[in-house]
Protein backbone atom coordinates (compact mmCIF):
# COMPACT_ATOMS: atom_id res chain seq x y z
CA UNK A 1 0.00 0.00 0.00
CA UNK A 2 1.19 3.45 -1.24
CA UNK A 3 1.40 6.74 0.90
CA UNK A 4 -0.54 8.33 -1.44
CA UNK A 5 -3.56 5.62 -1.13
CA UNK A 6 -3.31 5.34 2.58
CA UNK A 7 -1.76 7.35 5.32
CA UNK A 8 -0.38 4.63 8.27
CA UNK A 9 1.56 5.10 11.04
CA UNK A 10 2.89 2.90 14.13
CA UNK A 11 1.76 3.31 17.57
CA UNK A 12 4.78 2.33 19.79
CA UNK A 13 4.39 -0.07 22.54
CA UNK A 14 3.61 0.43 26.08
CA UNK A 15 6.35 0.44 28.62
CA UNK A 16 7.05 -2.72 30.45
CA UNK A 17 5.97 -5.27 27.14
CA UNK A 18 2.84 -4.30 28.13
CA UNK A 19 0.50 -3.64 24.42
CA UNK A 20 -0.84 -0.43 23.36
CA UNK A 21 -4.08 -1.17 25.09
CA UNK A 22 -2.52 -1.42 28.73
CA UNK A 23 -2.83 -5.37 28.83
CA UNK A 24 0.12 -6.92 30.61
CA UNK A 25 1.49 -10.21 29.88
CA UNK A 26 0.82 -9.65 25.72
CA UNK A 27 3.65 -8.78 23.19
CA UNK A 28 4.05 -5.84 22.51
CA UNK A 29 3.38 -5.20 18.80
CA UNK A 30 3.16 -2.38 17.35
CA UNK A 31 -0.19 -0.98 16.05
CA UNK A 32 -0.70 -0.04 12.11
CA UNK A 33 -3.37 2.32 11.51
CA UNK A 34 -5.04 2.54 8.32
CA UNK A 35 -6.53 5.80 7.38
CA UNK A 36 -7.88 6.68 3.75
CA UNK A 37 -6.41 9.42 1.50
CA UNK A 38 -8.95 12.69 1.27
CA UNK A 39 -8.68 15.37 -1.16
CA UNK A 40 -8.44 15.86 -4.85
CA UNK A 41 -5.55 13.65 -4.80
CA UNK A 42 -3.64 12.84 -8.43
CA UNK A 43 -4.13 9.21 -9.04
CA UNK A 44 -1.04 6.72 -8.77
CA UNK A 45 -0.26 4.96 -11.73
CA UNK A 46 2.94 3.47 -9.48
CA UNK A 47 0.19 2.05 -7.34
CA UNK A 48 -1.89 0.60 -10.10
CA UNK A 49 1.15 -0.90 -11.86
CA UNK A 50 2.21 -2.68 -8.54
CA UNK A 51 -1.49 -4.14 -8.28
CA UNK A 52 -1.05 -5.53 -12.13
CA UNK A 53 -1.62 -8.85 -11.10
CA UNK A 54 -4.92 -8.30 -10.01
CA UNK A 55 -5.98 -5.69 -12.76
CA UNK A 56 -4.88 -9.21 -14.82
CA UNK A 57 -6.83 -11.69 -13.23
CA UNK A 58 -9.63 -9.60 -12.85
CA UNK A 59 -9.93 -8.67 -16.51
CA UNK A 60 -9.33 -12.35 -17.64
CA UNK A 61 -12.58 -13.19 -15.25
CA UNK A 62 -15.01 -10.96 -16.48
CA UNK A 63 -14.02 -12.46 -19.75
CA UNK A 64 -14.53 -16.06 -18.64
CA UNK A 65 -17.55 -15.37 -17.11
CA UNK A 66 -19.12 -13.92 -19.97
CA UNK A 67 -18.95 -16.91 -22.31
CA UNK A 68 -19.09 -19.75 -19.61
CA UNK A 69 -21.47 -22.34 -20.18
CA UNK A 70 -21.76 -20.62 -24.04
CA UNK A 71 -22.45 -22.38 -27.32
CA UNK A 72 -20.23 -20.51 -29.69
CA UNK A 73 -18.54 -18.85 -26.78
CA UNK A 74 -16.04 -15.64 -28.33
CA UNK A 75 -18.08 -16.18 -31.69
CA UNK A 76 -20.92 -13.56 -29.47
CA UNK A 77 -18.30 -11.05 -29.89
CA UNK A 78 -18.60 -10.83 -33.75
CA UNK A 79 -22.17 -11.54 -33.88
CA UNK A 80 -23.68 -8.08 -32.28
CA UNK A 81 -21.60 -5.87 -34.62
CA UNK A 82 -21.82 -8.28 -38.04
CA UNK A 83 -26.17 -8.75 -37.38
CA UNK A 84 -25.96 -4.74 -36.80
CA UNK A 85 -24.09 -4.26 -40.06
CA UNK A 86 -26.26 -6.59 -41.88
CA UNK A 87 -29.34 -4.50 -40.61
CA UNK A 88 -27.35 -1.26 -41.65
CA UNK A 89 -26.21 -2.17 -44.65
CA UNK A 90 -30.38 -3.33 -45.91
CA UNK A 91 -31.92 -0.26 -44.23
CA UNK A 92 -29.53 2.73 -44.94
CA UNK A 93 -27.65 0.99 -47.59
CA UNK A 94 -29.96 -0.15 -49.80
CA UNK A 95 -33.26 1.13 -48.94
CA UNK A 96 -32.19 4.84 -48.01
CA UNK A 97 -29.39 5.17 -50.34
CA UNK A 98 -26.70 6.31 -47.40
CA UNK A 99 -23.67 7.59 -48.93
CA UNK A 100 -20.50 5.97 -48.16
CA UNK A 101 -17.93 7.71 -49.90
CA UNK A 102 -17.15 5.23 -52.29
CA UNK A 103 -16.68 2.30 -50.11
CA UNK A 104 -18.66 -0.99 -50.26
CA UNK A 105 -21.51 -0.05 -47.34
CA UNK A 106 -20.84 -2.72 -45.75
CA UNK A 107 -16.96 -2.87 -45.03
CA UNK A 108 -17.69 1.11 -44.48
CA UNK A 109 -20.42 0.39 -41.62
CA UNK A 110 -18.75 -2.68 -39.59
CA UNK A 111 -15.41 -0.48 -39.61
CA UNK A 112 -17.53 2.06 -37.33
CA UNK A 113 -19.54 -0.88 -35.44
CA UNK A 114 -16.32 -1.95 -34.06
CA UNK A 115 -15.17 0.51 -32.33
CA UNK A 116 -18.80 1.49 -31.34
CA UNK A 117 -19.31 -1.87 -29.87
CA UNK A 118 -16.10 -1.74 -28.23
CA UNK A 119 -17.02 1.82 -26.50
CA UNK A 120 -20.43 0.73 -26.06
CA UNK A 121 -20.11 -2.25 -24.17
CA UNK A 122 -17.20 -1.41 -22.37
CA UNK A 123 -19.27 1.95 -21.05
CA UNK A 124 -22.16 -0.72 -20.09
CA UNK A 125 -19.75 -2.87 -18.24
CA UNK A 126 -17.49 -0.06 -16.69
CA UNK A 127 -20.39 1.80 -15.33
CA UNK A 128 -21.80 -1.18 -13.51
CA UNK A 129 -18.54 -2.40 -12.42
CA UNK A 130 -18.35 -0.92 -8.88
CA UNK A 131 -21.28 -2.30 -8.10
CA UNK A 132 -20.99 -5.85 -9.42
CA UNK A 133 -17.80 -5.94 -7.29
CA UNK A 134 -19.50 -4.73 -3.89
CA UNK A 135 -18.12 -7.97 -2.30
CA UNK A 136 -14.60 -7.45 -3.06
CA UNK A 137 -15.11 -3.64 -2.30
CA UNK A 138 -16.20 -3.75 0.90
CA UNK A 139 -13.79 -6.07 2.68
CA UNK A 140 -10.48 -5.99 0.75
CA UNK A 141 -8.06 -2.70 -0.12
CA UNK A 142 -6.38 -2.32 -3.27
CA UNK A 143 -6.53 1.13 -5.54
CA UNK A 144 -10.54 1.02 -6.75
CA UNK A 145 -9.34 2.19 -9.93
CA UNK A 146 -8.58 -1.44 -10.61
CA UNK A 147 -12.29 -2.33 -11.41
CA UNK A 148 -13.17 -0.11 -14.32
CA UNK A 149 -10.11 -0.70 -15.82
CA UNK A 150 -10.41 -3.83 -15.83
CA UNK A 151 -14.56 -4.26 -17.33
CA UNK A 152 -13.05 -2.19 -19.90
CA UNK A 153 -9.72 -4.08 -20.66
CA UNK A 154 -12.10 -7.01 -21.16
CA UNK A 155 -14.11 -5.77 -23.76
CA UNK A 156 -10.49 -5.40 -25.83
CA UNK A 157 -10.57 -9.41 -26.06
CA UNK A 158 -14.25 -8.77 -28.09
CA UNK A 159 -12.59 -6.12 -29.94
CA UNK A 160 -9.99 -8.24 -31.24
CA UNK A 161 -12.11 -10.98 -32.11
CA UNK A 162 -14.39 -8.82 -34.21
CA UNK A 163 -11.57 -7.24 -35.95
CA UNK A 164 -10.28 -10.31 -37.76
CA UNK A 165 -13.86 -10.13 -39.43
CA UNK A 166 -13.22 -6.89 -40.88
CA UNK A 167 -9.46 -8.10 -42.18
CA UNK A 168 -11.87 -10.48 -44.11
CA UNK A 169 -14.29 -8.00 -45.35
CA UNK A 170 -11.31 -5.96 -46.58
CA UNK A 171 -9.59 -8.73 -48.66
CA UNK A 172 -12.69 -9.96 -50.29
CA UNK A 173 -13.93 -6.10 -51.50
CA UNK A 174 -10.15 -6.10 -52.16
CA UNK A 175 -9.69 -2.61 -49.93
CA UNK A 176 -5.94 -1.85 -49.44
CA UNK A 177 -5.20 0.38 -46.81
CA UNK A 178 -2.23 2.96 -46.77
CA UNK A 179 0.10 4.87 -44.80
CA UNK A 180 -2.72 5.72 -42.76
CA UNK A 181 -2.66 2.18 -40.95
CA UNK A 182 0.14 3.32 -38.66
CA UNK A 183 -2.17 5.28 -36.91
CA UNK A 184 -5.07 2.73 -35.99
CA UNK A 185 -2.97 2.45 -32.37
CA UNK A 186 -3.50 5.89 -31.86
CA UNK A 187 -7.49 5.57 -32.22
CA UNK A 188 -7.27 2.44 -30.33
CA UNK A 189 -5.88 4.15 -27.38
CA UNK A 190 -8.10 7.16 -27.92
CA UNK A 191 -11.36 4.46 -28.00
CA UNK A 192 -10.18 3.20 -24.86
CA UNK A 193 -9.46 6.28 -23.36
CA UNK A 194 -13.50 7.31 -24.30
CA UNK A 195 -14.58 4.15 -22.80
CA UNK A 196 -12.56 4.71 -19.59
CA UNK A 197 -13.57 8.20 -18.69
CA UNK A 198 -16.99 7.78 -19.36
CA UNK A 199 -17.21 4.61 -17.23
CA UNK A 200 -14.99 6.48 -14.33
CA UNK A 201 -18.02 8.90 -14.29
CA UNK A 202 -20.84 6.27 -14.59
CA UNK A 203 -19.30 3.61 -12.35
CA UNK A 204 -18.78 6.57 -9.59
CA UNK A 205 -22.26 8.02 -10.39
CA UNK A 206 -23.81 4.22 -10.04
CA UNK A 207 -22.23 3.93 -6.68
CA UNK A 208 -24.38 6.40 -5.03
CA UNK A 209 -27.71 6.38 -7.28
CA UNK A 210 -28.51 2.99 -9.18
CA UNK A 211 -30.90 4.95 -11.38
CA UNK A 212 -27.65 4.75 -13.53
CA UNK A 213 -27.32 1.06 -14.18
CA UNK A 214 -31.14 1.79 -16.03
CA UNK A 215 -29.96 4.92 -17.71
CA UNK A 216 -26.52 3.56 -19.37
CA UNK A 217 -28.94 1.33 -22.52
CA UNK A 218 -30.78 4.67 -23.23
CA UNK A 219 -27.96 6.25 -23.31
CA UNK A 220 -25.37 4.32 -25.56
CA UNK A 221 -28.52 3.83 -27.89
CA UNK A 222 -29.22 8.05 -28.35
CA UNK A 223 -25.03 7.86 -28.67
CA UNK A 224 -25.16 5.71 -31.35
CA UNK A 225 -27.68 7.90 -33.69
CA UNK A 226 -25.77 11.30 -32.54
CA UNK A 227 -21.86 9.46 -34.14
CA UNK A 228 -21.43 8.89 -37.73
CA UNK A 229 -21.78 5.03 -37.71
CA UNK A 230 -24.47 4.54 -40.14
CA UNK A 231 -23.56 7.59 -42.14
CA UNK A 232 -20.35 9.70 -43.12
CA UNK A 233 -19.70 12.93 -40.97
CA UNK A 234 -19.51 14.62 -44.55
CA UNK A 235 -23.50 14.79 -44.85
CA UNK A 236 -23.21 17.47 -41.66
CA UNK A 237 -22.58 20.61 -43.10
CA UNK A 238 -19.88 22.72 -42.60
CA UNK A 239 -20.53 25.07 -40.30
CA UNK A 240 -21.26 22.57 -37.61
CA UNK A 241 -18.09 20.10 -38.10
CA UNK A 242 -16.25 21.66 -34.98
CA UNK A 243 -19.54 21.63 -33.13
CA UNK A 244 -19.85 17.73 -34.04
CA UNK A 245 -16.27 16.64 -33.33
CA UNK A 246 -17.39 17.84 -29.60
CA UNK A 247 -19.10 14.38 -29.49
CA UNK A 248 -15.62 11.84 -28.67
CA UNK A 249 -16.66 8.81 -30.57
CA UNK A 250 -16.92 11.19 -33.70
CA UNK A 251 -13.12 11.76 -33.90
CA UNK A 252 -12.89 7.77 -33.05
CA UNK A 253 -15.35 6.57 -35.95
CA UNK A 254 -14.33 8.65 -38.41
CA UNK A 255 -10.79 8.02 -37.60
CA UNK A 256 -10.65 3.98 -37.75
CA UNK A 257 -12.51 4.43 -41.33
CA UNK A 258 -9.61 7.00 -42.45
CA UNK A 259 -7.05 4.73 -41.18
CA UNK A 260 -8.36 1.45 -42.53
CA UNK A 261 -10.59 1.97 -45.19
CA UNK A 262 -7.35 4.21 -47.35
CA UNK A 263 -9.74 7.31 -47.29
CA UNK A 264 -7.30 10.56 -49.24
CA UNK A 265 -9.31 13.33 -46.88
CA UNK A 266 -8.06 13.12 -42.98
CA UNK A 267 -10.76 14.35 -40.50
CA UNK A 268 -8.36 16.43 -38.95
CA UNK A 269 -10.50 19.11 -37.31
CA UNK A 270 -13.01 16.18 -35.89
CA UNK A 271 -10.09 14.02 -34.61
CA UNK A 272 -8.77 17.46 -32.79
CA UNK A 273 -11.88 18.49 -31.29
CA UNK A 274 -12.99 15.27 -29.92
CA UNK A 275 -9.29 14.07 -28.81
CA UNK A 276 -9.45 17.48 -26.69
CA UNK A 277 -13.52 16.09 -24.84
CA UNK A 278 -11.46 13.00 -24.52
CA UNK A 279 -8.62 14.03 -22.63
CA UNK A 280 -11.20 16.28 -20.75
CA UNK A 281 -13.86 13.64 -19.63
CA UNK A 282 -11.03 11.02 -18.82
CA UNK A 283 -9.15 13.21 -16.35
CA UNK A 284 -12.91 14.81 -14.85
CA UNK A 285 -13.48 11.27 -14.65
CA UNK A 286 -10.45 10.69 -12.77
CA UNK A 287 -10.43 13.32 -10.05
CA UNK A 288 -14.13 12.82 -9.35
CA UNK A 289 -13.31 8.94 -8.80
CA UNK A 290 -10.29 9.84 -6.70
CA UNK A 291 -12.26 12.29 -4.52
CA UNK A 292 -15.35 9.68 -4.18
CA UNK A 293 -13.29 6.83 -3.53
CA UNK A 294 -13.18 7.03 0.15
CA UNK A 295 -16.61 6.32 0.38
CA UNK A 296 -17.49 3.14 -1.89
CA UNK A 297 -17.02 0.70 0.70
CA UNK A 298 -19.70 2.37 3.12
CA UNK A 299 -22.22 3.28 0.16
CA UNK A 300 -21.77 0.41 -2.29
Not at 150 to 175: C, E, K, N, S, W
Not at 197 to 215: F, I, K
Not at 266 to 275: F, L, M, Q
Request: hydrophobic share 50%.
Amino acid sequence: MTANALRTHDRPAAPGGASPTGSPGQSSMPTTVIQPAHGWEAVNLGEIWSYRELLYFLTWRDVKVRYKQTAIGAGWAVLQPFLTMVVFSIIFGRLVGVPSEGVPYPVFAYAALLPWTFFATAVNRSGTSLVNDANLISKVYFPRLVVPIAAVLAQMVDFLVAFTILVGMMLFYGIVPGAALLTLPFFVVLAFMTALGVGLWLSTLNVRYRDVAHVVPFLTQFWLFLTPVAYPSSIIPERWRLLYGLNPMAGVVEGFRWALLGQETAPGGVIVASTAVVLTILIGGLLYFRRAEDRFADEV
